[in-house]
C-alpha cells in the first residue's frame, strides 16, 4: 500500500520512511541474493535520494572496444529515439578505416536498419552522404556520448563526404540514456 503513497507523493517523508523500514526487513529476510539487493537499494533510495556519483555514459571503453561492428550498429539503433526520428528518411554507408568495410545505414518509419556490403566497390546507391568514415570505436564512443561527431569532423575534414548535415541530424536523433533513476519514485 506504501508504494501507492509514495508515487502519488514522493514528498511524503513519513510514507517514504515508513516503507523505506518495510522494504529492510524484506531485504534482510530475503534469502535470494538479487531479491535482498532490491529491496535495499529501495530502501536506500528512499532514504537517501538517487546516488550522485559522477559518470560520464552508461558503456566503459573497453566495452566499446570489445564490441564487433555489427553490435555497435545495433548500439546505434538501440540509442535511437523513436518519436524524434518519425517522418524522417536517412541513408549514408559506414566505412571502417581499419580493414575498408562498408555497412549501408538506412533510417525510415524511425528504424535504423544496416546490412554489410559485401562487394566493398558497390555501396549503397541511394545514400544521402556518401559515407562516414569513421572507426568502430569512435563510432561507439560517438553513439555513448564520449566523443563529439562535430569535434571529430573538424578535426578531421575527411571523416564525412557528402551531406555533413544529414550524418549530424542522425546523431542529434540518439539518446543518452541515465545512469541511475529512481525505482521508488517516478522521474
Not at 120 to 125: D, F, H, L, M, V
Request: zero cysteines.
Amino acid at each position: 500500500m506504501l508504494k501507492h503513497v509514495v508515487f502519488a507523493e514522493p514528498d511524503n517523508q513519513a510514507a517514504r520512511a515508513l516503507q523505506a523500514d518495510a522494504l529492510e526487513q524484506l531485504g534482510y529476510q530475503a534469502e535470494s541474493g538479487p531479491w535482498r539487493g532490491f529491496y535495499l537499494t529501495g530502501a536506500q533510495e528512499l532514504r537517501n535520494g538517487l546516488p550522485t556519483g559522477k559518470r560520464s555514459s552508461t558503456v566503459s571503453p573497453d566495452a566499446i572496444r570489445a564490441m564487433t561492428p555489427e553490435m555497435v550498429l545495433d548500439f546505434l539503433a538501440m540509442h535511437l529515439n523513436g518519436p524524434k526520428a518519425d517522418g524522417k528518411t536517412l541513408r549514408f554507408n559506414w566505412v571502417q578505416p581499419e580493414n575498408g568495410q562498408i555497412y549501408a545505414l538506412s533510417l525510415e518509419n524511425s528504424v535504423l536498419l544496416y546490412k554489410k556490403v559485401s562487394d566493398k566497390n558497390a555501396p549503397e546507391k541511394n545514400a544521402l552522404v556518401t559515407e562516414l568514415r569513421l572507426a568502430k570505436t569512435a563510432l561507439a564512443a560517438v553513439a555513448a556520448g564520449q566523443l563529439s561527431l562535430a569535434e571529430l569532423i573538424a578535426e578531421n575534414a575527411d571523416v564525412i563526404s557528402g551531406d555533413k548535415d544529414k550524418v549530424l541530424e542522425f546523431f542529434s536523433l540518439l539518446d543518452s540514456f541515465p545512469l541511475m533513476f529512481p525505482i521508488m519514485t517516478r522521474f
